[in-house]
């Protein structure tokens, strides 16, 4: 039982490229998310998913996109890398049921000159 | 909009020192205040879900407690290894479907042997 799995660990981008972060989970957990963590602000929702086939806005969206075709995967693209998407990004995932917890990833390192 | 601060920012202990961290919340209801702690290089791990004033959880060193402004984490006597960044996140009953979390920037905690 792996949890969630993140790939890749570190990439660095330059400006203007685009590039997808994977994200896996073996839990069967329908409830998944993207994170952003910077320095000082703490983690930030990009995006989320309740099920395959449905996702919505978290609280910083612009300049990624999703997509969760499958219950297990839930990659996040960035269309046209910038700088200021420099981050440590986490994806985690969760039951439904009540207040259930979240299990994380141990997040993609990206750096974009 | 939910707001949570947490304090110090950054905490060093000698081994065996006892100390509180705290997490203060302005939300418009609280459903549920979850604690994780992060090492450096991996996801947040998942450690209390407090739901109620005047609740409390322990495990090991760590207790954390909740009131109706704020949530403290009690180490006691602690060890080197219980050096980590420290996150505490709020659940509120506007969180949506999807009952996102709003997360505080965290404390980092060094236990100095």
């Known amino acids: 039982n792996a949890g969630v799995t993140q790939t890749p660990k570190f990439q660095v981008l330059k400006t203007g490229q685009s590039m997808t972060l994977q994200c896996a989970q073996d839990?069967?957990?329908?409830?998944m998310s993207w994170y952003r963590q910077d320095p000082g602000m703490g983690l930030r929702l990009i995006h989320y998913?309740?099920?395959?086939?449905?996702?919505d806005q978290g609280e910083v969206p612009n300049g990624y996109n999703v997509s969760r075709s499958t219950t297990e995967d839930f990659p996040l693209r960035l269309l046209s890398a910038a700088p200021s998407q420099t981050s440590v990004y986490f994806c985690?995932?969760?039951?439904?049921?009540?207040?259930?917890?979240?299990?994380f990833g141990d997040g993609t390192r990206l750096s974009i000159l | 909009e939910d707001q949570v601060t947490q304090s110090p920012e950054a905490l060093r202990l000698q081994e065996g020192e006892s100390s509180s961290l705290n997490c203060s919340y302005t939300v418009s209801g609280l459903r549920g205040l979850f604690w994780y702690r992060q090492d450096p290089g991996k996801g947040p791990e998942f450690l209390f879900t407090?739901?109620?004033a005047g609740e409390e959880k322990e495990k090991e060193r760590l207790k954390a407690t909740l009131t109706k402004k704020e949530s403290f984490l009690h180490i006691t006597a602690p060890k080197p290894e219980d050096s980590a960044t420290y996150l505490c996140a709020v659940q509120t009953h506007s969180s949506g479907s999807a009952r996102q979390l709003t997360f505080g920037s965290g404390t980092q905690l060094t236990v100095l042997p």
């Open positions: 407090l739901y109620s």
């Open positions: 839990m069967n957990h329908e409830y």
């Open positions: 998913s309740v099920g395959a086939g449905i996702t």
């Open positions: 985690a995932s969760r039951l439904t049921g009540k207040d259930q917890p979240q299990h």
